[in-house]
């Protein structure tokens, strides 16, 4: 196993997360939260098409589930923060 194979695409995840937080305190809250968001999403695809990496004692199911839930929570605290009245919407299906 070369030491491309044991960090897979990691490093790139890694750098995708960095640039994403970084926007979150120069740019855009709203939008660096998506981008964070969307960065977990495809670490979780990524995982889920079996680039394991480092990461390939654990259970795949254990990863996907994580990531895309952390995902998902920011996708969509994300839309709620840039767009106030989809939030409004949603609490009005339920209330």
């Known amino acids: 196993m070369t030491n491309d194979e044991r960090w897979g695409p990691y490093p790139l995840i890694l750098a995708g997360a960095a640039l994403a937080m970084l926007s979150i305190f120069w740019v855009d809250v ?44 920011l996708v969509a605290v994300a839309l709620f923060l840039e767009y106030p009245e989809l939030k409004e919407r949603l609490l009005g299906l339920f209330g």
Not at 44 to 52: Q, V
Request: hydrophobic content about 50%; proline content about 5%.
């Open 30 to 73: 709203e939008w660096g939260a998506f981008a964070l968001g969307s960065v977990l999403l495809v670490a979780a695809a990524l995982r889920f098409a079996g680039y394991g990496g480092l990461l390939a004692p654990r259970k795949p199911r254990t990863d996907i589930a994580t990531l895309g839930g952390f995902g998902l929570g």
